[in-house]
């Protein structure tokens, strides 16, 4: 069974933009999510995906992820996929030995950025950079499922 184990935390401050490594332009759509799983098709650097997840809230989810023809993901995300997409930029960011992919969104998520590390066991630690803001990896208004179907700009204190 694959396996995914990842933290997702707000952002305090801009201070990551200094290390960005590389950055990636995402959209990605979903045929379906539910209280078992969602199933999205995501298109990022000219490659589609499609990928299967299940909706255990917290840190631990059972993931799958396949590489699908550019040209059928694309004809997916148009006439398949709940609308409207979501879009944000992936970066890539190395800090205490680990890799951050730092999520900024637009459209109607534009203002929410996020943090996330996948880590090889739950008890793996980690070191927390100055910039990283709360602890989000249990709340599920942050999923990207929930963010497609209730964006970020509509919730009435995004702060919380």
Not at 34 to 41: E, G, K, L, N, Q
Not at 90 to 115: K, M, P, S, T
Not at 140 to 153: C, F, G, H, M
Request: glycine fraction near 6%; hydrophobic fraction near 35%.
């Amino acid at each position: 069974m694959a396996m995914e184990i990842e933290h997702k935390f707000l952002i305090r401050d801009a201070g990551w933009r200094q290390h960005i490594e590389r950055s990636s332009r995402m959209q990605q759509g979903y045929l379906t999510s539910d209280a078992h799983c969602s199933v999205r098709v995501r298109v990022a650097d000219g490659q589609g995906y499609l990928n299967i997840k299940s909706s255990t809230l917290g840190i631990q989810r059972s993931e799958y992820e396949y590489p699908i023809p550019l040209a059928d993901a694309e004809e997916i995300l148009d006439t398949l996929c709940e609308q409207p997409l979501l879009e944000k930029t992936r970066h890539f960011v190395h800090f205490g030995g680990h890799l951050w992919e730092i999520d900024e969104f637009a459209g109607d998520n534009a203002g929410l950025i996020v943090a996330e590390i996948e880590l090889s066991r739950p008890d793996e630690p980690f070191d927390r950079p100055e910039w990283l803001g709360a602890n989000v990896s249990h709340d599920k208004r942050y999923y990207n499922s929930q963010l497609a179907r209730y964006p970020y700009r509509t919730w009435s204190c995004p702060s919380d």
